[in-house]
T-cell receptor
Framework: QKEVEQDPGPLSVPEGAIVSLNCTYS??????FMWYRQYSRKGPELLMYTYSSGNKEDGRFTAQVDKSSKYISLFIRDSQPSDSATYLCAIYNFNKFYFGSGTKLNVKP | GAVVSQHPSWVICKSGTSVKIECRSLDFQATTMFWYRQFPKQSLMLMATSNEGSKATYEQGVEKDKFLINHASLTLSTLTVTSAHPEDSSFYIC?????????????FGPGTRLTVL
């Protein structure tokens, strides 16, 4: 079983929509969860970082961790065409990172 | 701050040749650097973790004699793909972390696209 699973999409939404991106993970001991955004032919950039469970908000972005169901989510409000990218969830454990396969998001004007 | 650069950004080489990719942390000292490869429409796959001044730790299935990693200083790590073959064609990305940063925080380079003919 992979450490983290992510639906690859693609996901296409109209501008202004609320986007929900999700991942599941296998090990209940995982504590550190990240979301990265990757534009085509570029390296990933860190969007959000959460520890343990709960929500974290940064502008239009909200990261949520549900440890009981081993489920992590990223919500994007008022999505913009500039949000079009691939979003990767990641887990950090003992100096090692595990990445989801990434969900490609397209926000149509 | 926390900028990581890679050089070259893309390279095309003939089968059998060796290619060196550099990863530099420009404004911080990176005690740990990570090397990933990414195939089209797939996620990042960790190849190895390198700590300055010590041997790299390779992930299972990664040939250490083929993918030579050197982390000679706190700002530079290199990945050398030896005797490259077409199946080595991929997008190689490095990342770096530093003590004092948020746990699990790493900064990615822009990636190097390798095409082996």
């Amino acid at each position: 079983q992979k450490e983290v699973e992510q639906d690859p999409g693609p996901l296409s939404v109209p501008e202004g929509a609320i986007v929900s991106l999700n991942c599941t993970y296998s090990n209940s001991a995982f504590q550190y969860f990240m979301w990265y955004r990757q534009y085509s032919r570029k390296g990933p950039e860190l969007l959000m970082y959460t520890y343990s469970s709960g929500n974290k908000e940064d502008g239009r972005f909200t990261a949520q961790v549900d440890k009981s169901s081993k489920y992590i989510s990223l919500f994007i409000r008022d999505s913009q065409p500039s949000d079009s990218a691939t979003y990767l969830c990641a887990i950090y454990n003992f100096n090692k990172f595990y990445f989801g396969s990434g969900t490609k998001l397209n926000v149509k004007p | 701050g926390a900028v990581v650069s890679q050089h070259p950004s893309w390279v095309i080489c003939k089968s059998g040749t060796s290619v060196k990719i550099e990863c530099r942390s420009l404004d911080f000292q990176a005690t740990t650097m990570f090397w990933y490869r990414q195939f089209p429409k797939q996620s990042l796959m960790l190849m190895a973790t390198s700590n300055e001044g010590s041997k790299a730790t390779y992930e299972q299935g990664v040939e250490k004699d083929k993918f030579l990693i050197n982390h000679a200083s706190l700002t530079l790590s290199t990945l050398t793909v030896t005797s490259a073959h077409p199946e080595d064609s991929s997008f190689y990305i490095c990342s770096a972390s530093f003590p004092g940063g948020s746990v699990g925080e790493q900064f990615f380079g822009p990636g190097t696209r390798l095409t082996v003919l």
